[in-house]
């Protein structure tokens, strides 16, 4: 069947011919309850409830949702499969489960999380059970074991290469809105808010910055360590209590790990810019997250048996392992630079900045996001411990 | 047409039905001589004559030709002849033509180097015209302009990524063979010669070079910087005078632009240990190979306008050029290294060792690779200049 854009009523019919799907939400089609609760910039979202069950069902449109006039590859969501099926096994209760993807409509039907909330809004709305950093640090660690270099044999790496490089069209998002726009003049950008235009200029003249720049851009395109999520932002994580996900896969691609470690980090470092008065506890989520990290990946790496680092023995893999997280640890600092300046002045900001209450203090915000986002980029590739990276954020 | 193994009278009979083909060679079919010439690891290769032209044609055979127990997948025809077209256009008359691959057969028909002597030969037999290494210095540079991420949208890249991840059949063999066997106990090493065990069990048991070889692992497999030919030795490039040819693209794939450097001077300090009353001419060779490299690679990624790099003014790209090309240079220490050893004691050894008249000259030749190759490794990361591979090479 050739694609089309899903209404309710075209939705419940495919349900209704897939006797697996239809089994999962019980009694017959005209039982079943369907809203649509699209969110996100890309993709409409249906959640569909049964009397035995629920379903959330993904669909790529042909162009942004947002912005209709901005074409965009319906591919994507076979990326989004294809990353949730390369980690799922590792990520057991981390992601909602995949149940089916259809070719041809770019269809994802998954587990629904009816009482989880979208990290951001619980963090705006003070209502984030604290500790779920640590599970999102578990989470990036275990997607590496599951597809870097150490612990396969080098011919999986190669496979999700394969698999993933094509993903273009989602991954000149990320090289065009983190990587550049914000530091050239270009359509893309927003009008930046009162204030803030010399700010906008100066990101856009500062040499040494752009140098900096050109270095992350090198590791992101060429540092092809593991299979990253590619967008792990606070939008792209749900939570109910202690139970946390992670959505929203389908920008991924085979990147430096610490794009998604700096992506995390760098919508924290957000929140903390718009909110300074929970930083006590922001500090907190941000240690916690790189403790879990580094802790999950020192132990998955110890024992692992792939082709890179196959000769070492237990000290020199630790000593392997140590220099390998000190690089991640760098280029984290780095990508969180990077995320910071793009949701403060780029086209995708974040909804953070409303907790600010007068637009003076938003300003302020905005400019302390910016400072610290270019610290980090200029000066993050001499860092040598996590502590370095909470002092550069004042913290 | 399903794949058969092509003898002499099969060529024939193929070729008669390809116009173009057949139009190169002239007359008609039995007018046409035929020879097998194959005299590498893995393919046959036959020469054909005609009339009007001639022409190479090299087929993949499904195991290793000179190891018919070692199964050996066809596709890397397919890897070769996409090589060839990927990078062609930068590199014209510094590789043979490729005229047609013919996918069911894994056949490439190419451009018939007649008079061309393969540079290990001629080497091996003083015959080499000075001055080869700055044309596969251009070689390799150009190469980089075509694949990699500073003159291309990014796009290319990960096109390339795409179509040669796959070609894990031949990157396992540089996996096993450069990168783990020599360093430890393994079924393919051969008996090691009189005199040389303890010089090999050395390397097996070397916890510090093991750490360093675990580095180099992880460039080879994570750092995907440009399209590699792969095994770029002595052996895969023919010279008649002035005119040198790169030949064997099958290994290609995405990695460090070190890798290309670094084999190829690896087997002129093999040459050299084997040889060493040739160092001022061998040196002399090292010196242009990296002075039109570097140079080549300066003026070709000044103007490159790929997405990485894409903020840089001029300064700041000739600064990112040099951090650049200083990675490249440690990169390539290291993988020079790892060439000298694999080819001194591993499964593919080459044959420049026959020029030492003795037995004891053999040892003394191949311990003083061994040594030198240690060296690259264990300190090629923190060289600065070119100086330093020369000096560490005792030149």
Redesign the interface.
Known sequence: MTYRILNDAGLRDWLAEQPELSKRLGGVASDWSIREVSDGNLNTVFLVDGPAGALCCKQALPHVRVAPDWPMPLERALYEARYMRAVAPAVTGLMPKLFAYDADLFLLVMECLTEHEVLRSALIEDQAEPGFSAVIGTYVARTVQATG?VNQP??T???L??QF??N?AL??IT?DLI??DP??ICDRNPEPEAGLADDVKALQTD?IL??A???L??RF?????ALLHGDLHTGSIMLDGTDVRVIDGEFAT?GPIGFDCGLYLGNLALHLCAAPQKAVALRAEMVAFWRSFSEELRSGLQDGSG???????S???Q??IE??LKDILRDTAGFCGLEMIRRTVGFAQVADYSLCSTEKDRLLARQKALQIGRTLIVEGASLRSFDGVLSLMGL
């Open positions: 270099w080098f011919e790496g190669a496979r290469l394969e490089s094509g273009t991954t000149r090289v990587l550049t530091y050239r040499q752009h140098r720049v050109g270095r851009q090198d395109l060429t540092a092809r360590q085979m082709d890179m680092w196959a000769l070492s023995g000290a020199g893999r000593d392997l220099t390998f």
